[in-house]
Protein backbone atom coordinates (compact mmCIF):
# COMPACT_ATOMS: atom_id res chain seq x y z
CA UNK A 1 0.00 0.00 0.00
CA UNK A 2 2.58 2.18 0.53
CA UNK A 3 4.30 1.57 -2.62
CA UNK A 4 1.30 3.02 -4.62
CA UNK A 5 1.81 6.00 -2.05
CA UNK A 6 5.38 6.66 -2.99
CA UNK A 7 4.52 6.34 -6.82
CA UNK A 8 1.18 8.82 -6.62
CA UNK A 9 3.35 10.77 -4.89
CA UNK A 10 5.88 10.61 -7.76
CA UNK A 11 3.79 11.21 -10.58
CA UNK A 12 2.47 14.64 -8.78
CA UNK A 13 5.94 16.18 -7.81
CA UNK A 14 7.04 14.98 -11.62
CA UNK A 15 3.75 16.52 -12.68
CA UNK A 16 4.52 20.03 -10.63
CA UNK A 17 8.29 19.95 -12.42
CA UNK A 18 6.82 19.49 -15.62
CA UNK A 19 4.38 22.51 -15.35
CA UNK A 20 7.30 24.22 -13.81
CA UNK A 21 9.39 24.03 -16.71
CA UNK A 22 6.77 24.92 -19.12
CA UNK A 23 5.84 28.03 -17.52
CA UNK A 24 9.36 29.19 -17.30
CA UNK A 25 10.16 28.02 -20.94
CA UNK A 26 7.18 30.17 -22.35
CA UNK A 27 8.18 32.96 -20.69
CA UNK A 28 11.16 33.19 -21.73
CA UNK A 29 10.37 31.85 -25.03
CA UNK A 30 8.36 34.83 -24.97
CA UNK A 31 10.76 37.17 -24.16
CA UNK A 32 13.26 36.02 -27.08
CA UNK A 33 10.21 36.51 -29.38
CA UNK A 34 9.51 40.27 -28.17
CA UNK A 35 12.73 40.73 -28.64
CA UNK A 36 12.80 39.19 -32.41
CA UNK A 37 9.68 40.57 -33.55
CA UNK A 38 11.01 44.33 -31.56
CA UNK A 39 14.04 44.31 -33.63
CA UNK A 40 11.69 43.77 -36.91
CA UNK A 41 9.68 46.74 -35.61
CA UNK A 42 12.59 48.51 -35.72
CA UNK A 43 12.86 48.83 -32.32
CA UNK A 44 16.01 48.80 -29.86
CA UNK A 45 17.37 49.09 -26.83
CA UNK A 46 14.94 50.08 -23.93
CA UNK A 47 12.20 50.02 -26.29
CA UNK A 48 12.86 46.50 -27.15
CA UNK A 49 12.65 45.52 -23.70
CA UNK A 50 9.55 47.30 -22.75
CA UNK A 51 8.05 45.41 -25.91
CA UNK A 52 9.29 42.44 -25.42
CA UNK A 53 7.43 42.30 -21.75
CA UNK A 54 4.38 43.48 -23.42
CA UNK A 55 4.53 40.25 -25.55
CA UNK A 56 5.36 38.59 -21.93
CA UNK A 57 2.40 39.80 -20.51
CA UNK A 58 0.00 39.09 -23.39
CA UNK A 59 0.21 35.39 -22.83
CA UNK A 60 -2.19 35.62 -19.87
CA UNK A 61 -5.06 36.54 -21.63
CA UNK A 62 -5.98 32.83 -22.86
CA UNK A 63 -4.46 29.23 -22.34
CA UNK A 64 -2.35 28.69 -25.20
CA UNK A 65 0.31 30.53 -27.87
CA UNK A 66 -2.76 32.29 -29.81
CA UNK A 67 -2.85 35.69 -27.54
CA UNK A 68 1.13 36.00 -28.10
CA UNK A 69 0.78 34.89 -31.72
CA UNK A 70 -2.36 37.52 -32.27
CA UNK A 71 -0.20 40.25 -30.39
CA UNK A 72 2.82 39.85 -33.00
CA UNK A 73 0.05 39.04 -36.07
CA UNK A 74 -1.23 42.55 -35.12
CA UNK A 75 1.92 44.61 -34.50
CA UNK A 76 3.54 43.70 -37.56
CA UNK A 77 0.28 44.28 -39.58
CA UNK A 78 0.08 47.67 -38.29
CA UNK A 79 3.77 48.48 -38.84
CA UNK A 80 3.66 46.83 -42.14
CA UNK A 81 6.22 44.03 -41.60
CA UNK A 82 6.35 41.31 -44.29
CA UNK A 83 6.21 37.84 -41.84
CA UNK A 84 3.68 35.62 -43.09
CA UNK A 85 1.93 33.22 -40.14
CA UNK A 86 4.11 30.27 -40.89
CA UNK A 87 7.37 32.41 -40.21
CA UNK A 88 5.96 33.74 -36.94
CA UNK A 89 4.81 30.02 -35.71
CA UNK A 90 7.87 28.69 -36.81
CA UNK A 91 9.89 31.45 -34.77
CA UNK A 92 7.70 30.72 -31.91
CA UNK A 93 8.71 27.16 -32.65
CA UNK A 94 12.13 27.22 -32.32
CA UNK A 95 12.43 29.63 -29.71
CA UNK A 96 10.63 27.46 -27.50
CA UNK A 97 12.91 24.47 -28.08
CA UNK A 98 15.53 26.60 -27.46
CA UNK A 99 13.97 27.71 -24.16
CA UNK A 100 13.50 24.68 -22.79
CA UNK A 101 17.41 23.44 -23.83
CA UNK A 102 18.40 26.65 -21.54
CA UNK A 103 16.03 25.68 -18.85
CA UNK A 104 16.82 21.85 -18.90
CA UNK A 105 20.94 23.21 -18.97
CA UNK A 106 21.06 25.63 -16.28
Known sequence: MSNMK???EGFERKFVFDEELRFKANARRNKALGLWAAEKLGKSGADADAYAKEVVVSDIE???D???FRKIRGDFDK???DQSDHQIRRTMDELMAQAIDQIKNT
Open 6 to 8: DRE
Open 79 to 81: AGV
Open 62 to 64: EAG
Open 66 to 68: HDV
